[in-house]
């Protein structure tokens, strides 16, 4: 699906214009010119249409004029678990973005679960807690190690995905 922003210029003076590619907003930001013949320099970059997660993409990384094409690089390039992986780290993590940003620079585990007790019965059933004997495992309290992992992990809501995470 096609990405489509709006640069509204700070300019009062000056009319926006929609676009869906670095190519065609640099052209039109070239020629946009206020009321009065100036040139128009700076603007409000915002998103308009495209996917859930491509919009989830622009509100953690931010849509400016110095990362606009870096942004539409990777919006093409990366696919949805990249996105989601920089839209947690980013917005939620507290890493910095920046034009050569990759998804490989975060240190982050994710898991695709609605809630924690659901990775807690995960975490049992791979041997993360160490080897417990099948007779017991019914009498596990999955709901307090669910409440005990919430200390180390976090959930989110991307483009309608429910994901738990904890930043490295």
């Given at each position: 699906?096609t990405v489509?922003?709006?640069?509204?210029?700070?300019?009062?003076?000056?009319?926006?214009?929609?676009?869906?590619?670095?190519?065609?907003?640099?052209?039109?930001?070239?020629?946009?010119?206020?009321?009065?013949?100036?040139?128009?320099?700076?603007?409000?970059?915002?998103?308009?249409?495209?996917?859930?997660?491509?919009?989830?993409?622009?509100?953690?990384?931010g849509?400016?004029?110095?990362?606009?094409?870096?942004?539409?690089?990777?919006?093409?390039?990366?696919?949805?678990?990249?996105?989601?992986?920089?839209?947690?780290?980013?917005?939620?993590?507290?890493?910095?973005?920046?034009?050569?940003?990759?998804?490989?620079?975060?240190?982050?585990?994710?898991?695709?679960?609605?809630?924690?007790?659901?990775?807690?019965?995960?975490?049992?059933?791979?041997?993360?807690?160490?080897?417990?004997?099948?007779?017991?495992?019914?009498?596990?309290?999955?709901?307090?190690?669910?409440?005990?992992?919430?200390?180390?992990?976090?959930?989110?809501?991307?483009?309608?995905?429910?994901?738990?995470?904890?930043?490295?």
């Amino acid at each position: 699906m096609t990405v489509t922003l709006h640069a509204q210029p700070y300019d009062i003076q000056a009319v926006g214009f929609y676009f869906t590619s670095f190519d065609e907003y640099a052209a039109k930001a070239a020629v946009l010119r206020n009321d009065f013949g100036d040139p128009v320099e700076e603007f409000e970059l915002q998103f308009i249409d495209g996917e859930a997660i491509d919009c989830a993409l622009a509100g953690a990384v931010g849509l400016y004029q110095n990362t606009i094409r870096r942004f539409f690089e990777i919006v093409d390039a990366w696919d949805e678990d990249e996105k989601t992986r920089v839209i947690l780290a980013v917005g939620d993590c507290g890493y910095a973005f920046d034009v050569d940003t990759t998804p490989d620079d975060f240190d982050l585990d994710i898991y695709e679960y609605d809630n924690l007790r659901e990775l807690a019965e995960q975490f049992v059933e791979e041997g993360v807690f160490g080897d417990i004997p099948e007779r017991l495992a019914p009498y596990l309290d999955y709901e307090a190690i669910g409440r005990d992992l919430g200390m180390d992990y976090s959930e989110a809501e991307i483009a309608g995905k429910r994901l738990i995470y904890r930043c490295g």
